[in-house]
């Protein structure tokens, strides 16, 4: 079946736009999770949706940074006023609930100029 | 507190193991997972293994865990040039309500020549 889907697969935006990123779980998937991939470096938890419960935001760097889940499917990650140090591949996951593994998207890949 | 920590880069030659080690910091992680990150793809599941196992071997993989020296290591056997890639180590932190956190280290760049 399909997997974990994130659109674009890149995005250039000059400092200070907003941006929105998407991200389409696995069909079946309660779970979905953000994270940031700065150059060079392992992934940053961002932020967590479990089905109808409260998102666990803990992760997000600053409140420039948002995001939604529409119908418990796809969400979207709003970045307001970008920042060069926003620059990074955003990558998504899924997972069944409790489930063992999370399946990553191939990622959107940000450059702020 | 959560740190996962691996070695920036190793070198190998075609048709070697390659071992890549991984130290974990919290002795309640669940599962402890190695992903593959080939460069500009998103990240592939390679393996995983749960706390209460000290081995596990999936073809050319095997994954070793040391629970006392919170060690983790990833053997490939005869690394092909395919392999080269980032490889990530994760553990996974299990709360209330289905919700599993995972802690990644920075990643080991793994580059096979001939």
């Known amino acids: 079946g399909a997997g974990v889907s994130q659109s674009p697969s890149n995005k250039v935006t000059e400092k200070g736009k907003d941006v929105e990123l998407r991200c389409d779980p696995i069909?079946?998937?309660?779970?979905l999770y953000w994270y940031r991939q700065s150059l060079g470096q392992g992934l940053e938890f961002l932020i967590y949706f479990q089905g109808n419960s409260a998102p666990d935001k803990s992760g997000l760097p600053s409140d420039r940074f948002s995001a939604e889940r529409t119908g418990g499917s796809v969400s979207t990650l709003t970045i307001q006023r970008t920042q060069q140090e926003d620059s990074a591949v955003y990558l998504c996951?899924?997972?069944?609930?409790?489930?063992?593994?999370?399946?990553f998207g191939p990622g959107t890949r940000l450059l702020v100029l | 507190g959560e740190d996962v920590e691996q070695s920036f880069f190793l070198s190998v030659r075609e048709g070697d193991s390659s071992v890549i080690n991984c130290t974990y910091t919290d002795s309640s992680s669940t599962y402890l997972y190695w992903y593959k990150q080939e460069p500009g793809a998103g990240l592939q599941l390679l393996t995983y293994?749960?706390?209460?196992?000290d081995m596990k071997q999936d073809q050319r993989l095997t994954v070793l865990l040391n629970k006392k020296d919170k060690h983790l290591s990833l053997r490939i056997a005869d690394t092909q040039t395919g392999d080269s890639a980032i490889y990530f180590c994760a553990e996974r932190f299990s709360f209330s309500g289905g919700y599993n956190k995972l802690i990644f280290g920075a990643g080991t760049r793994l580059a096979v020549h001939p």
């Open positions: 069909s079946g998937h309660t779970a």
């Open positions: 293994i749960f706390s209460n196992m």
């Open positions: 996951a899924s997972s069944t609930q409790g489930g063992e593994t999370q399946y």
